[in-house]
């Protein structure tokens, strides 16, 4: 009887301990599974601050280039002196622009590369049009339609006479009356590239701006067309037009 006794009592002892690791791998278990998904939790808050501090860098990197293209520089007197002999070219191109004069725009025109047009601040050296200065007299006139490039947006084909292509990107606005004009300063201004150094570089740029026209719109209505010169011998000539505008 008493060993029939111990035995129960031993089984229950046993079973208690049993039952008492049961629970306790069933707490620990489950401890360990909300340790990991308060890690997973963590993960992912560390994954989107480094996002955070990515975009933040790349925020402030935009805003160092912005800063560095609007300190004052200082001219030497080498560059002052290009700046106003290119700019005297520029503003008489510009006048024989708005009065589609273009026998006088060929005058200035680069004798081995020509005229390049862009409608846009990318400028696509292998597809964007580049005409002689011998042929530019005759486009007014013409009623060829070039295909000019792309539409900001719908990706169209910007297909027009040059009389077309004049009004909409070359002087659809006053730029002899642009309120800034910058020479040999780069902006990157909208979210398309802005090449101009790779395309020209050794080219010298005069850039009539403005910055916007109607108050509503915060400037995203601004406008500019750049003039672009490179030399032959000790001249120097056009040889890009860009027009430049808020895309898409």
Do not use: C
């Not at 020509?114 to 011998?134: E, H, M, Q, S, W």
Request: charged share 20%; hydrophobic share 40%; glycine share 6%.
């Amino acid at each position: 009887m008493d060993k029939t006794r111990n035995i129960s009592i031993s089984l229950a002892v046993v079973i208690a301990v049993l039952a008492a690791l049961l629970s306790g791998g069933a707490v620990y278990f489950w401890q360990q599974e909300l340790l990991q998904s308060s890690l997973q939790v963590k993960i992912a808050e560390i994954e989107e601050l480094n996002l955070e501090v990515t975009g933040l860098k790349a925020k402030i990197d935009e805003l160092d280039n912005e800063l560095q293209n609007l300190a004052p520089q200082t001219p030497t007197p080498a560059s002052r002196e290009k700046r106003v002999i290119i700019q005297e070219k520029a503003d008489k191109i510009l006048l024989a622009l708005k009065n589609k004069d273009l026998a006088e725009v060929s005058k200035y025109v680069h004798p081995q590369k020509g005229l390049r047009f862009t409608p846009y601040t990318y400028i696509n050296t292998a597809k964007d049009l580049v005409f002689p200065g011998a042929d530019l007299p005759g486009l007014f006139s013409s009623s060829t339609a070039y295909n000019w490039g792309k539409y900001d947006g719908s990706g169209q084909p910007i297909q027009l006479t040059f009389s077309e292509y004049h009004a909409q990107f070359i002087y659809d606005k006053n730029f002899l009356a642009a309120p800034q004009i910058f020479f040999n300063q780069v902006f990157q201004r909208g979210n398309m590239i802005n090449n101009i150094t790779m395309a020209y570089p050794q080219g010298q740029v005069l850039e009539y701006h403005f910055p916007g026209f109607v108050q509503q719109y915060e400037g995203m209505d601004w406008e500019s067309l750049k003039l672009v010169f490179e030399q032959a011998g000790t001249t120097w000539y056009l040889a890009g037009i860009i027009h430049e505008q808020w895309t898409i």
